[in-house]
Each structure stands twice: as structure tokens, then as C-alpha cells.
């Protein structure tokens, strides 16, 4: 009788001790993965009830030996970030353990709060909000030039924007979007009229004529700044929305929503996103290491607040430096592997101050072998190009600094404007 009441204690205590749904899994799930993982995001199927996530048991155990959920790919970074969604090693022992023990639903009265989400937005509720202008065709299948939208804001004094978010209807088939400002007079896409879209021409908007307000790629959470940090929008200026589609498949039709969240509170840093790219690529056939580099410079004081990576499907790595005065070489940020569907932006956790006199550097690193699973053609020379099956190198930075600083005294050069 002894025996059998331990066996009976130990089967019970055991029973106890296993991870449950409600009690355990539910409140890292919230944490972790419901922000794409639910109806309308950029997640492929929900993960908010235990009827979502027990036939997905195996799938979220893959996930977590393989580390390939959740995406983030910072394999070396000198600060922490804010949005590193990584689980700890005691978040991978509960979720291994609920799926290696059956996967119990356990008691719903362990169930946390469901999470709370502004409905239709990840921003707090936006001050204003654009759309496309009309419902623009995705065929089944081919290629789609990139496509750009005009939009009227019809502001007419300066706002500044504090939060921002892209949010397309076909989700599946936006690769990625740029949205642009445009100052008025500009000859940049003087040709397109709101409702009517265009493909992008070869005058883009590096020549000066425009600045980027937010990108937008498949798992980034939206651009948000701090009370009395912002981006500016100037008074009669255009938004120009330049979206990136793919085809899946089936046909469909998107109209991307665009919501700005104005500060409140007054402005004091301006944030201001730079580029640092290399066009002059050259990446030989079957080369499985090729590499190219971009390079900015600072003459006036700054905060770095975020990363973005951009290249295409033979990108393998990207690393961010930074040169200090003194000649000190800091990296700031190595992505390795690269994933070009998973673009993710990498947010500081907290400012990175860089001194007058600091010099930028990233390089990007290719892979045009056919040891590359995503590579198109491992026989083509890739060139610059807008195309997935071309490539581009662009190390973006969103940047801040006082708001009296203008930008041609923050990068010591005209900014040019009509």
C-alpha cells in the first residue's frame, strides 16, 4: 500500500509540475508571439487560445530548437535592444516541456488577461490616417514593378509625428513599402496624380528631393519615439508611398492604410533617417562571400535609435561600425544570417550617443552560390537593381538630435530642395 500511494503521489506530483497552457504557456505566448500571431498580422495563423496553439505543438517545438521563432537575427551587437523578442532559456524550457509532456490545456482559471490591442492598429489611436486610393490589382502570378502612390495630406503647417504605422490589407503580397515625403515643387513622380499609381522611375529619391518618413517589412513593429522626440512633417508636403508586392499565388487586391500619431508634448529631439548604401555592385556568378561596403560620417552630435538592414534574396550578413574620434572601432550591430523575409528592424533600448567626428561604416555580405537555397539564378551577375532577383545594400539608421539643428548642419552639407 505504501508503494502504490507513492507511486499515485509521484504521478500526481508530476501532473503538477508540468508546464499547462493557461498557467504557463498563454502569458509568454503574449509576450513573445501574439503581435504577429493574430488575426489581421503578419503571422500566417493565430496563437491566442489553446485551440490555436495545441495542433500546432510540434511546429512551436521546431520553432524553438531550431531558434528560428521568434525571427531576430543579431548574432553580435555592443547594446541591448527593445524589441528583442529572443526567449530566455527559462521561456524554451517551459514551452519544450508543455510540448514534451502532452501539451495540457490545464485549469482556464490560470488564464492571464488577454492581451490588449488597439483594434486595427499597434499604434495608440492615430490623429490621422491615409490610404492608397484605390484597390490596386495583384495578379496570381509574375513580376509587379515597384509601385508608387501620391497622397495629399493636406496639412498645411508643420506636424510632428511620433508613432507611425503602415498597414496593408493583402498583407502576403506586400513585400516591404517606403513611405516617403515630398516637399512641394518637387520634380520627383511630378507626373502622378493621387488614385492614379505609377512604377518607380530611375530618379529616385536619393537625389535630395524627398526623405523617409517609416519602411515597413513583415514582423517590424511600428516606428514609435518617446514624449518630445519626433519626426517632421512638414506643411504641405506629399506622402509617397512606394510598395514593394509580390505575387502568392491568388489574386487579390490592396489598399495600404498609413496612421501618424502627432506629439503632444513639445518637441525636442528630431529623429532623421539616413542611408548609408553601395549601388555598385558586381556580385560575380557562383561567388559565395562577396562583399560591399557604405560609409556616412557626422560632423555634429547624434543618437543612433535604430538599424535596418536591407538587401535581397543573396544577402547572408550585414554588419554596422562605428569609427570613433579617437580612432576606436566599435560594432554596433552584425546580423548573420541575413533573412530576406524577415526584415526586421533592430530598436536600441536606449540612445546611442555618438560624438562630432564620427565616421559609419556596414558592410553586406552575399552569397550568389547555388549553396544558396534562395538564390534565383547562381549563374547571373547581380547588380544593383529593384528586383527580388537583383540586389541593393543599404544600411538604414534612424538617427536623433536636437530639434533647432538643421539637417544640413547635422550632415554638414546642403540638403537639397526646390
Known sequence: MRAGLAL????????????????????????????????????????????????????????????????????????PFSNDPTLTQSERGTLLDWVNTGAAQGNP???PPPAAFTEGWNIPRPGATFDTGVDFAIPARGALDYMHFVIRTGFTSDRWVEAIEVRPSFRAAVH??????????????????PGHPGPVPRDGPGQGRAEVLTVYAPGMTP???????????????????????????????????????????????????????NMALNIPPGESNYSAEGRGFLPARAEILSFFPHMHLRGKAFEYRAIHPDGSREVLLRVEPYRFHWQLAYRLAAPL?????????????YDNSPNNP?????????????????????????????????????????????
Not at 8 to 30: G, K, N
Not at 53 to 75: G, S
Not at 176 to 193: M, T
Not at 375 to 384: E, S
Request: proline fraction near 10%.
Open 8 to 79: 499515485v503521489c509521484t504521478a500526481a506530483a508530476l501532473a503538477a509540475a508540468a508546464p499547462t497552457f493557461h498557467r504557463d504557456v498563454e502569458p509568454i505566448l503574449q509576450h513573445r508571439c501574439q503581435g504577429c500571431h493574430r488575426p489581421g498580422e503578419s503571422g500566417p495563423f493565430p496563437l491566442l487560445t489553446y485551440a490555436d496553439a495545441r495542433p500546432r505543438a510540434r511546429a512551436i517545438r521546431a520553432a524553438i530548437l531550431k531558434r528560428t521563432m521568434p525571427p531576430w537575427f543579431a548574432a553580435e551587437a555592443s547594446h
Open 353 to 365: 550617443a555618438l560624438p562630432a567626428g564620427t565616421r559609419l561604416e556596414c558592410t553586406a555580405w
Open 176 to 193: 516591404h513599402a517606403v513611405v516617403y515625403i515630398r516637399p512641394p515643387g518637387s520634380p520627383w513622380l511630378a507626373h502622378l496624380k
Open 223 to 277: 516606428d514609435q519615439w518617446p514624449a518630445g522626440t519626433a519626426k517632421l512633417l512638414p506643411g504641405g508636403w506629399d506622402i509617397i508611398l512606394q510598395l514593394h508586392y509580390t505575387t502568392t499565388g491568388a489574386a487579390g487586391r490592396d489598399r495600404t492604410r498609413i496612421g501618424l500619431r502627432f506629439s503632444r508634448a513639445p518637441v525636442t529631439h528630431r529623429v532623421v533617417t539616413m542611408s548609408m548604401r
Open 109 to 111: 482559471a490560470d488564464a
Open 374 to 418: 534562395d538564390n534565383p539564378d547562381p549563374k547571373a551577375t547581380v547588380r544593383w537593381g529593384e528586383q527580388s532577383w537583383d540586389e541593393m545594400m543599404a544600411g538604414y539608421l534612424d538617427l536623433r538630435y536636437p530639434a533647432d539643428l538643421s539637417l544640413e548642419e547635422l550632415f554638414g552639407r546642403p540638403v537639397t530642395r526646390p
